[in-house]
């Protein structure tokens, strides 16, 4: 056996004790869940036995490049020893993987020279190496609410920025029309402190300090007071009130391999408690999304987690659906409701697209069969009504075989059916519209993309409807992931006011908003509301209204695995339904670490939206902190919250319309127009639905139309702005007692939450 065998077996041994160790599992597991925990540590141990498939196994692939050094008993290979140093910054170990570069830097003399392009990528390694360096020092071993923010960044431990200076600069000697480099170069000298001042002139890009505007206060990330401070890799996030108890709890997942799911539980008090270890979930792990809804109509909401993204035929794991018990317990009951398919996917979508009252699922799975991949066709289960789904994607004519990384239904033509809409990554999007029949045997959809207008951008990921300018038709907006040109570059050329950056001759692909014309078509009016020129990268995302006047906002996380990809996570403005006004510095939430997992929720009940974000990145040691940004509050504008409950549609009221109307103190009123869901497709918020009401003060009408079969309605009169109500399908509203619960300030939290696995 090679030494190479040998040491996977190792480490297939140790992953295999870890899994069933550590003092056995909850005495709340199942069978269900017992047999996931399995079948996840048996896909994982025979992963790790082959690190080298795995771009993402860092630390393994490290441990096997060391020991075949040692095997050998040879000095590395300049090549060998480079991608040695590149594991080892990768998987977090970044003082060694220095270590190595500088070995290399002082045996071979190398220097930036634009006659030896081909050195240059040596040197992009040793200044990001550096740069990451501060940013662990900084950022995750100390961090606080603004040192990782972009116009507010700043280090105390200082030694990873200063030297990351003293390399781009002689880089940008060599190379001075790196712009990418000029970027990392401004983002270091502003760790700091000597940004603007101690930039070079002419390496300078203006414009990433600070904005104040007396329009647009300032939030500030409370996770770790709070007690909601949870470091890992990417992930996603589900915000809801697990335990029925009136308090939005926080469920997250992160993709590393071993990487357990977090339960936080709202304690009223202003804070949240970490039940993980009592949620029966032992050896539940990884995930890069999940989302909820009730699919069994219990009245509890359960949880679905996706496995598996981007990692090709080596992505073939379960996905999970969590039954809620109702009492702080979730059952895995992936294989008893028919869902254990195998394939890699990263977006799931809840609908009841025959309206028969119970939830549907569509799965969009990575097929990359242009790549030399596996297919891996996309899936649509039909719920059966007891718990249990059949799939039914090629008979209804949802046939998908394709890179999806992005899903959501939205009724497009407003005749009650809910349309489906995929997000492609290299190709072009697809619009199913719902045809509806009589039975399943003759439900039929039909693809419409290109005739409705909604087929770019190619380079595409997540993705959802909503209606943007309240006019009663869901609109769509698709969020570009064009990353042929490196991130920190666009979004440089962006700031400098430059042309985008071109790949072959090809301009990156920019986000489109697209306007529901009422007609089955969609006009392009990106250009129009002011998004066309921005570099936007969008991972994790959502919408919600951040400043209560009846417009939405929303707030993309940014990036992408490569380490160089500091760049701002961004929050734009609705305004007035016109144009999107970009309120990232005013607003202190250009985070320069990854941004997945997001939503928008009134977690401390006080009448405003705030946002919680899961952070990190693909790589093992990108790992970095959840943020939580407090809502400040926006004086004389009011609200309503509403908590809708189905019964002859799905109990989670996916998919039903709602329109407020609201009167100001003058009689003069207006319409505001909402969806039930959990908005974007890498992100999930909680299905209560909170209202920017703006100057208005009373609520004249609610009208809810049903997610059902007659399209039936529940008009509810004369509600209170301010005020939180239940409604039931076909019951009157009844107003609830849901009193502000202020988070806790002014202590931080003893506990860090960490998606990291015990070693």
């Known amino acids: 056996m090679s030494l190479n065998r040998r040491i996977a077996q190792a480490l297939l ?97 190398l220097s930036p020279d634009p ?159 970490d039940r993980t270890g009592q949620t029966g979930l032992d050896g539940i792990v990884g995930g890069a999304n999940c989302l909820h809804a009730d699919y069994d109509n219990d009245g509890f909401e359960d949880i679905l987690i996706l496995r598996g993204a981007w990692l090709g035929d080596g992505g073939k794991f379960p996905m999970s659906l969590l039954h809620n018990r109702g009492d702080g317990t ?41 790549m030399g991949w596996s297919s891996h066709p996309s899936e649509l289960y039909l719920s059966n009504c007891d718990g249990t789904f059949t799939e039914v994607s090629h008979k209804v004519g949802i046939d998908v075989d394709a890179f999806v990384k992005g899903s959501a239904w939205g009724d497009v033509n407003n005749d009650g059916l809910p349309d489906l809409f995929v997000s492609v990554y290299g190709a072009p999007n697809r619009l199913y519209m719902n045809r509806g029949g009589k039975s399943i045997d003759t439900w039929r959809f039909e693809e419409v993309a290109a005739r409705a207008g909604v087929q770019l951008p190619n380079m595409s990921f997540p993705t959802w409807f909503w209606d943007y300018d309240n006019d009663g038709w869901e609109d769509l907006l698709v969020l570009s992931y064009d990353n042929r040109v490196p991130l920190h570059e666009a979004v440089a050329r962006e700031y400098l006011g ?94 320069l670490q990854k941004g997945h997992g997001t939503a928008f929720a009134d977690l401390d009940r006080d009448g405003d939206q705030d946002v919680f974000m899961v952070m990190g990145g693909a790589y093992q040691g990108d790992v970095s902190h959840s943020v939580l940004f407090e809502n400040p509050g926006w004086p004389g504008r009011n609200w309503i919250t509403l908590e809708l409950q189905g019964r002859t549609a799905n109990r989670s009221a996916i998919g039903a319309r709602v329109e407020i109307v609201a009167a100001d103190t003058n009689g003069k009123t207006r319409s505001v127009h909402r969806t039930i869901g959990t908005g ?58 849901r009193p502000p619960v202020p988070f806790r300030h002014g202590t931080l939290s003893s506990t860090t939450h960490s998606h990291a696995p015990n070693d």
């Open 115 to 273: 006659r030896f392009p081909q050195y240059k990528p040596f040197f992009d390694m040793l200044g990001i190496a550096y740069l990451r360096l501060g940013e662990q020092e900084n950022c995750n071993l100390n961090p606080s609410t603004s040192v990782c923010i972009l116009g507010e960044l700043h280090h105390t431990q200082e030694e990873g920025a200063r030297t990351a200076i003293a390399v781009y600069e002689r880089i940008l000697q060599s190379f001075p029309d790196d712009i990418g480099s000029r970027w990392l170069l401004n983002i270091a000298y502003m760790a700091v402190g000597g940004y603007p001042s101690l930039v070079p002139k002419q390496y300078l890009i203006p414009g990433l300090r600070r904005q104040d505007d007396a329009s647009f206060p300032h939030f500030t990330d409370v996770a770790r007071s709070v007690g909601a401070d949870i470091t890992g890799q990417a992930g996603g996030l589900c915000i809801e009130d697990f335990n029925r108890d009136g308090l939005l709890d926080l469920f997250t997942t992160s993709w590393g391999f071993k990487d357990p799911v977090h339960f936080l539980v709202a304690d009223g008090h202003g804070g949240y408690v």
């Open 498 to 591: 430059l042309p985008p950056a071109k790949t072959n001759g090809t301009a990156f692909e920019h986000t489109h908003l697209y306007r529901n014309k009422g007609d089955g078509t969609f006009d392009d009016v990106t250009e129009k509301v002011g998004l066309a020129d921005k570099a936007l990268y969008a991972m994790g995302s959502n919408f919600g209204d951040l400043d209560n006047d009846g417009w939405l906002d929303f707030y993309l996380g940014t990036g992408n695995p490569d380490l160089r990809s500091v760049i701002p996570n961004r929050m734009f403005r609705n305004v007035e339904g016109k144009r999107f006004e970009e309120v990232t510095l005013a607003g202190g939430f250009g985070h």
């Open 13 to 109: 041994t140790s992953f295999v004790a870890g899994a069933v160790g550590c003092g056995g599992r909850s005495n709340t597991s199942s069978d269900g869940t017992k047999r996931m925990a399995d079948t996840l540590a048996s896909l994982y141990a025979q992963a790790i036995t082959e690190p080298s498939r795995y771009e993402f196994l860092n630390r393994e692939r490290a441990v096997a490049m060391r020991a075949q050094l040692f095997s050998q008993g040879s000095v590395a290979a300049p090549d060998f020893q480079f991608e040695l140093a590149r594991q080892l910054v990768l998987a977090g170990q970044t003082r060694e993987g220095i270590a190595e570069l500088e070995d290399m830097r002082r045996k071979t003399g």
């Open 330 to 370: 979730f059952e895995d009951v992936t294989f008893k409701a028919g869902l254990g398919s195998m394939h890699p996917r990263h977006t799931a979508a809840w609908g009841d697209f025959n309206l028969d009252g119970c939830l549907d699922l569509f799965v969009g799975n990575e097929s990359g069969v242009a």
């Open 680 to 737: 974007s497709s890498f992100g999930s918020g909680s299905l209560q639905l909170h209202v920017g009401l703006g100057s208005a003060v009373r609520v004249p009408l609610v009208k809810v139309t049903w997610p059902d079969s007659t399209r039936s309605t529940t008009s509810y009169a004369n509600l209170e702005a301010r005020g939180t109500y239940l409604l039931v399908q076909g019951q009157s509203a009844r107003k609830l007692d």
